[in-house]
């Protein structure tokens, strides 16, 4: 049976229509490059330590409680241990506070951490700007963050979402876009696979590191809501690494407790008018435990 050139045309037509009806036009000037992404070189600017004596880096926050009013400071010394202590005062203040924290290490097959020191600042004022100061009694460095307003249905507050962000050429495109964003996220949502450490030869630890360095320019300053993923699983048997996310465990802490989870892998907090629930789900849960709603 044969078609006429009309009834093809006609066919073509409508197929064209359909097309352009399904197209939803251009809603970002982001284009996925094609290539495969490149990891920036150690000795990228990106990843540089910051100059003095044991001076703290990797320095980033995330929310200490279910309702905003705490902050976990956290920041790395290679030195030395050094005070795992932490300056904080109100923009309009004179008076410093100080909170005390603590130190962990751990090893991961060859690799040794430097000192991760974590300590919670508590009892905060609503909608406020602080101040911090961390690396007391050797090289002191200062950074800032705002409080969140009290939580409440009709509070306004934006949110970054991040996720999979590693350390390559264009994780610092990214990174970037986010600092440049005229809506200013005030917290990130970060929903899991950092550092891509594990993408390395025996998940080379020191990629923990410069990530670290990499992200604080952002961490420091503003709550990063933390979600393990895949790539902080760091199971390794065959080179004697049997211990699931340890080195993500270890540098990321969450206030799980505040929420009475039984781990760092699933837990909630309220933050202005969100209810955030994180769920890391490649790590098993018991299922008659639920969060506290």
Sequence with gaps: MGYSWGSVLGALVLLLSVLDLCNGGTTSAFVRNVEKTVDMPLDSDVFRTPPGYNAPQQVHITQGDLEGKAVIVSWVTMDEPGLSEVLYWSENSK?????KGIFVTYKFYNYTSGYIHHCEIK??????????????????RTFW????PEVGPDVPYTFGLIGDLGQSYDSNKTLTHYELNPTKGQ???????????????FHDNVRWDTWGRFTERSAAYQPWIWTAGNHELDFVP???ETEPFKPYTHRYPVPYKASNSTAPFWYSIKRASAYIIVLASYSAYERERVLEF
């Design 145 to 148: 963050f705002m409080t969140p």
């Design 123 to 140: 009892n905060l004022k609503f909608n406020t700007k602080y101040y911090y100061e961390v690396g007391i009694g050797h090289t002191p």
């Design 187 to 201: 917290t990130v949502l970060f929903v899991g696979d950092l550092s891509y450490a594990d993408n390395y030869p």
């Design 238 to 240: 065959e080179i004697g």
């Design 95 to 99: 008076h410093k506070h100080k909170a």
